[in-house]
C-alpha cells in the first residue's frame, strides 16, 4: 500500500517515556512531553574520524556502479569518542535477558487526528516516529551526545565535517520485508528538507548533496563548514521507504496503520481515532539481536490511551486500566496517592534524580503582539510573578524556579560572571546583554510570598511609567492612547488555566486584565502553529548537547515560520550568533562559553517568565513493570522496562 504520511506532530506520549534523546530531535514533538531530544559540540580527537575521499556524481544525486568496501567506525560522537567499544555486546544500562511479552498501556491527555510526524499538519502520534522508524545510527542514553550504528553498520566523518559516509547493513528491511537501500537514505533527505517540518526543512536544507554510492553506501557533503553537529542531526534523520511512499499525498494526515510502513521494532497494530493507539511488536524485527537493540522494546503491545482530563487519566492509572504514569502535579504527587493499590504495594512510586538541564518551563510572550513588544512591559510582568506564593498554594513548595534556559547544569550561566571567552564570542553583540548578566549578579526577583509584596508592585509600576503606561481609575492604561493593558492567555490543559487564574488575581491589583481561554487540542495547535495567541504557557527542553534544536526555537530567520518553535518571536541577531558559536565549537571549552552566553542572551531579552521544574522526575507504575537497575544519565528510559506477569 502506498504511503500517505504527515502531521503536525503534536506528540503524544508523556515527557519521558520516549529517551529523552536530542532537542534537534525531538521538534518534531512541540508538546513537549514525550520522548527522545538533543545536542551541539566539537570533535577533539582528529585521529577518530578518517577523512572521507569525495569522488564522483556532480549531480544532487548520483549512483556508482562498483560497490564499496565498508570502512570507517561504529559510533560517532560531538566530543571526542563514543565510550562503547567496538565490541560491545549491549547498551550499559538494559537488561539483555529482559524477558519478551506483555504489554504497557499509558495514558496521554490530549488527542491526534494523524499518525504522520513528519510534517507540519494535524495533531499527530509522535511516537510512530521512535517504533516504526528508525535512523541511520541510534542514541545511547548513557551519554551527552554518542551515536551506534543501527541502520548504517560504519561511518566515516571528514575532520572539517563537511562530509559523512555510511555503510547500510545488508541486513536492514523494512517492515514489508524490502531491503533498506541508499535510495531510500536519498529518498527521505529530499523529501522531509522539502515538505517536512520547518527543523527539517532547517537541518537537512544544509545537505548540499546525497549521493548513492552503491546500493548500500550513501554519502553526505554538506553546504555549512561552520556546523559541526549537522553529521550527528543527519545519522537521526527517519528513513522512510522510497517504493511505499506517495510524494503526493505525503502532505496529507492519515489515520491507516496499513499506510505507514517504517524498519523499527513495532507497527501500528490499532487505531481508534483520537482515543488509541496501540503499537505490536514485529516478531520478524531485522535489529532485534544487535547490540544497539538488545535489551530493548520489550513489551509485545504498547498502549497509548488518550483522556480529554487529568482526572479521568488519574482514575484510569489508580483501577489498573494504565500501567504507568509521569506524575506532574505535584499536590497529587504528595496527596494523591493513598489509594488502596498505592498503600498495599501494588503500585510503586519513584522519584528519579536526573542529570541533564532541566529546561525552561514559562509562560511566554508573543512579542509580535503590540502589548508585549515593550520590554519594559515583560520585565514589569515578571516582577509581578509571585513564585513563592503559586509554589506554596498551588504546588506545595514542591518546585524550584529555573532561573536559566538550562538550570540544574554547569551551562547555565546565573551566578557566573561573564568570561573573556563569552565577550570575546559575543562581540559587537556585547550590549544585548544586560549588566547584571554580565557581572553575574542578576537573579529573578524574590516576594515575600505573601501574593500582595508591595515592594514588587511599586518595582513593576515604575517598568510600566517607563513603558508609558499609568493607573487610571482601576485600569492600568496607555497614557497615549488610553488603551487599557490587556491581553488574553491561552491554555491547553485544566493546570495552566488554574495557575493563570492565580497571576491574573495579582495583576488585577494594578488594573491588568487578563483573559483566560482554554481550548481543544485542535484548535490549540492551530493557533500555535499561526503564532495566533497573547501568551501561553510552554516548555522547551535541554540537554547537555544544545545546537541545532536552538535555531527553530530561538533564530531570527524562524520568528516569522509557521510551524517553528519561536513562539517568542525572537530576532535578536545576538542570539543567533551564540548559536552559530555553538554550531561550530571545536573544543568543549568554547562551546560551553557559547551556550552561557547564549543563555545570558535570552534572559537578557526577557522573552518568557520562567516558571519552575521538579528537582526529580516523579513516576508511579503497577508493581508488575520492571526496570534495570542502573541509573541513566537521562534519567528514564521506558523501553528498557518489561513485564513480569505479562497479561494479554
Known sequence: MRHALNKDVRTVLPPASRPRWHAAADEARPAAR???FFAAAIL???????????????DAVATAATPTKATGHHGLAMHGQPALAETFKHLPYVNPSAPKGGRISIGVQGAFDSLNPFIVKGVAVNNVRGYVYESLMARSADEPFSLYGLIAERVVVSDDRRVATFHLRRSARFSDGQPITADDVVFSQDLLKTVGRPYMRSHYGKINRAIAIDAHTVRFEFSDESDREIPLIVALMPILPKHAVDRTTFSETTLD???LI????????RVDAGKLVVFTRDPNYWARDLPIRRGLFNFDEVRFEFYR???????AFKTGTLDFRYETQPIQWAEGYGFAAATDGRVKREAIDLRVPAGMRALVFNTRRPVFANIQVRRALNELFDFAWINQSLFNGLYSRSQSFFARSDLAAVSRPMTALEAELLGPHLAAVSDPLQKGTWRLSKSNGSGRDRAALRRALAMFREAGFEIQGKRLVNKETGAPLTFEFLARRKSEERMMLAFAARLKQIGIAVTIRQVDAQQYWARLR???FDMIQWRWPASLSPGNEQINRWSSRYADTEGSLNFAGVKNPAADAMIAAMLSARDRKTFEAAVRAFDRVLLSGTYVIPLFHAPQRWIAHWSHLKSPEKPLLFGLELDTWWSAAPRS
Request: proline share 8%; no cysteine.
Open 34 to 36: 514525550f520522548r527522545h
Open 44 to 58: 577533539t580527537s582528529v585521529s577518530f574520524f578518517a577523512p572521507t575521499t569525495i569522488a564522483g556524481a556532480s
Open 257 to 259: 496503520p496499513e499506510s
Open 262 to 269: 517504517g524498519s523499527g521494532p513495532y507497527k501500528i497494530g
Open 309 to 315: 482530563d487529568a482526572t479521568s487519566m488519574f482514575e
Open 530 to 532: 499561526t503564532f495566533d
